[in-house]
């Protein structure tokens, strides 16, 4: 399915539109705005569409999706936001979580959540313009807002970082004093631990029975999308086994491959430059 450039072409496939009312509906249920006079002296962000095909670990189309963000780079710092930092796992951490897991010989899991950045509480009002293409006919001059970050704010991943990591600290997970997008929790001689990058969240115990507990923990919070056992992360391919986990990125060497039209290209053993002649080393000299 093509992507639409522009919300014209896009309101005018019915697929798209389903997306969009998707999206719309996710902001009701999560309380994440009002719609309200515009204030006079404020200023009111812009906002459009950005639309995605999603793909398996594949490359395959499994479906479309529509998000709604606001043109942060509006926004004026000290106005409309101050901090902005939110810490992310680093993929040097993601492989000592997974080399501490196949030590420990315990499956890793992941799953996440769906629009993230609509559970962040806000610390200052801030208004947005209607969506584009869905503005309400009987108060076109009137704007939303915000109760919740939305995506392309400046301080929505600081927002929804406070969220989660608040909850998890009330749940009983420590915090790493390291590496801060780490929790960990001990059960009796059980560990469960977690690692978090924005809205995807890997975990695994060394009781597999904790796992499931930490996943209806999470689901009765936030809106979740179970993945199951680790596969794929920030570009890695996994391939958890009795033997061990073994990391790839094959599907990144085949989309360079592919970036650069080599994906056509003759396999050789040894790969070297073309027209390169070498000389028989009848002595064995080098």
Known sequence: MTEPK???TALKDPDWVKAMQEELAEFERNDVWNLVPTPPDVTVIGS????????????????????????????????DYDE?????????????????AAHKNFKVFQMDVKCAFLHGELDRDVYIQQPPGFEDPKFPHHSF??????????????????????FL??????????????????????????????????????????SVKFADLMKSKFEMSMIGEMTTF????????TDGIFINQENYVKNLLTRFSMDKSNTAKTPMAFGYKIDADLNQTR
């Open 6 to 8: 522009t919300i014209h």
């Open 48 to 79: 459009r569409w950005v639309f995605r095909n999603k793909t398996d670990d594949q490359g395959v189309v499994c479906r479309n999706k529509a998000r709604l963000v606001v043109k942060g780079y509006s926004q004026q710092e000290g106005i």
């Open 84 to 100: 902005t930092y939110a810490p992310v796992a680093r993929i040097e951490a993601i492989r000592i979580f997974l080399a501490y």
């Open 145 to 166: 807002k915000l109760q919740k970050a939305v995506y392309g704010l400046k301080q929505a991943p600081r927002a929804w970082y406070a969220t989660l990591s608040t």
């Open 169 to 210: 600290e009330e749940s009983g997970f420590k915090r790493g004093s390291i590496d801060q997008t780490l929790f960990r929790k001990i059960f009796n001689k059980h560990l469960l631990i977690v690692q978090i990058y924005v809205d995807d969240i890997i975990f695994g115990s060394t009781d597999e029975s904790l």
């Open 234 to 241: 920030l570009g890695l391919q996994i391939k958890q086994s």
